[in-house]
């Protein structure tokens, strides 16, 4: 049974700062990877989908890498900004389309 | 496009009743996924259609749950009869093929 953990559960940091986020599966097999961002009280909103194929994608200031051997995907997210300040979520395709949400890392960044 | 939309945004109910949670997918997406999120257990997936087929519905908790999806352009998730632990919020999310999954605003839904 797949699992997907999300480390840290919460993260502070000050404005400007570079920082990774981090999500692990268990079952390498998996079809895509795709990392949200939710606001308090908000859906979700897609930032980056990587595919089992592929090893990164970047937009913007946010660069999502894959590494399906060792079951981790992280988030890089460079000067950071306030308004990057939310619950930021991994979620595993493991084909069938069926898909596995990790808890979370809510992330306050200091202005 | 409109994005996926979802109404009621809010539902407020007493137990027993019935509950109709309405979606309206992205235009051209063959895909639709039916979430809730609590607490206690984060984002579950209760189901999802392929071209308005019922694909998986493995992840629905109970027999009080249904869903459907008579066109491609609207699908309900229905609770009858609904209990207190029923409440959550509810997103309905659409994706074309293997592509990302794009999430509509959801449904508060809370059981008195």
Same mark, same amino acid.
């Given at each position: 049974?797949?699992?997907?953990?999300?480390?840290?559960?919460?993260?502070?940091?000050?404005?400007?700062?570079?920082?990774?986020?981090?999500?692990?599966?268990?079952?390498?097999?998996?079809?895509?990877?795709?990392?949200?961002?939710?606001?308090?009280?908000?859906?979700l909103? $897609?930032? *980056?989908? #990587?595919?089992? =194929? /592929?090893?990164?994608?970047?937009?913007?200031? &946010?660069? !999502?890498?894959?590494?399906?051997?060792?079951?981790? $995907?992280? *988030?890089? #997210?460079?000067? =950071? /900004?306030?308004?990057?300040?939310?619950?930021? &979520?991994? !979620?595993?395709?493991?084909?069938?389309?069926?898909?596995?949400?990790?808890?979370?890392?809510?992330?306050?960044?200091?202005? | 496009?409109?994005?996926?939309?979802?109404?009621?945004?809010?539902?407020?109910?007493?137990?027993?009743?019935?509950?109709?949670?309405?979606?309206?997918?992205?235009?051209g997406h063959?895909?639709?996924?039916?979430?809730?999120?609590?607490?206690?257990?984060?984002?579950?997936?209760?189901?999802?259609?392929?071209?308005?087929?019922?694909i998986?519905?493995?992840?629905?908790?109970?027999?009080?749950?249904?869903?459907?999806?008579?066109?491609?352009?609207?699908?309900t998730?229905?609770?009858?009869?609904?209990?207190?632990?029923?409440?959550?919020?509810?997103f309905?999310?659409?994706?074309?093929?293997?592509?990302?999954?794009?999430?509509?605003?959801?449904?508060?839904?809370?059981?008195?």
């Open positions: 049974k797949q699992e997907v953990t999300q480390i840290p559960a919460a993260l502070s940091v000050p404005e400007g700062e570079n920082l990774v986020l981090n999500c692990s599966f268990t079952d390498s097999a998996i079809y895509n990877l795709q990392w949200f961002r939710q606001d308090p009280g908000k859906g909103t $897609s930032l *980056l989908l #990587i595919q089992s =194929s /592929q090893r990164e994608q970047t937009s913007g200031r &946010l660069n !999502a890498s894959l590494d399906k051997s060792s079951g981790r $995907s992280t *988030l890089y #997210i460079a000067a =950071s /900004q306030p308004g990057d300040s939310a619950t930021y &979520l991994c !979620a595993v395709n493991t084909g069938g389309f069926k898909t596995i949400f990790g808890a979370g890392t809510r992330l306050f960044v200091k202005a | 496009d409109a994005g996926v939309i979802q109404s009621p945004r809010h539902e407020v109910t007493e137990m027993g009743q019935e509950v109709t949670l309405r979606c309206k997918p992205i235009s063959d895909y639709l996924f039916w979430y809730r999120q609590t607490m206690m257990r984060g984002l579950e997936l209760l189901i999802y259609f392929n071209n308005n087929v019922p998986d519905d493995s992840g629905m908790p109970e027999d009080r749950f249904s869903a459907k999806m008579p066109n491609a352009s609207f699908s998730l229905k609770i009858q009869p609904s209990e207190p632990r029923d409440s959550a919020v509810y309905c999310a659409s994706s074309l093929l293997a592509h990302e999954q794009y999430f509509g605003p959801g449904t508060r839904l809370t059981v008195t």
